[in-house]
C-alpha cells in the first residue's frame, strides 16, 4: 500500500475500501436473502382444552406471530427441540398430518416447523437429531403448524416458531435428558436428514 500523499490515501487504499465494501454488501444480501421472515399475525382465540401446564396455550386477543418458512436444512440444522405427546388426548391436537394416526410417547417421532415440514415430502423420513452431547434418530409425522394455531385442530396451542422440532419423550429420553432437568421440554438441539 502507497504511503499518504498530502494527508490523502492513495488509490490502492481506496480500491480496498469500495472491494470491502462491495463483498460485504454482498455477504448481507445473501444473509437476508435465507432469512425467514414473519408472515401475517394471528390473534388468538383463547379457550379450549389447552393445558398451560403443559402446552403453550394461546390467549384471547393476543398477537402471535406466523411463519410460511424455516431456515435453510444444512448438514447441522439449528433448531429448538420441544416437547409433544402424540397419543390420543395429547397436547398435540389432532392425529398426526403424516398418517393420520397417534403415536405413543414411547416411539421416536417428531413434528417438524412448516418450512422443514415441506408438504409434508419429510413425511415417514428420519431425522438425525443431535443434543445433550448424544445423537438420537426419530421419525418425521407431523407438521408443528408455525401458520395455524389457537383452534382445536392444534389443541388450542399458539403457532410453532419456525425453528422447531416437536418430540416425543422417547427422544428426549434417548437424548438422555432427565424429566426433572431445567432444559426439559426446551433445548438447543442440532439436526440433519437421515441418508
Known sequence: MKKLVN??????????????????TKFLHTTNAQACNPGQPLIGTGGGQ???????????????????????????????LTLNNFDEGGDGGGPSKCDGSYHSGNTLVVALSTGWYNGGSRCSKEIIIHGNGRTTRAKV???????????????????????VVDASKAVWSALGVPEDSEQYGQMQITWSLSD
Do not use: K, M, W
Request: charged share 15%.
Open 50 to 80: 389447552c393445558n398451560p401446564n403443559t402446552a403453550n396455550c394461546c390467549e384471547a386477543g393476543q398477537s402471535y406471530t406466523t411463519y410460511d418458512c424455516s431456515p435453510p436444512v444444512t448438514a447441522q440444522t439449528q433448531a429448538v
Open 7 to 24: 494527508g490523502t490515501p492513495s488509490s490502492y487504499y481506496y480500491t480496498f475500501i469500495v472491494v470491502l465494501l462491495t463483498i460485504s
Open 141 to 163: 409425522v407431523d407438521e408443528c403448524d408455525s401458520r395455524n394455531g389457537c383452534d382445536e385442530e392444534h389443541g388450542y396451542q399458539v403457532p410453532c416458531e419456525s425453528n
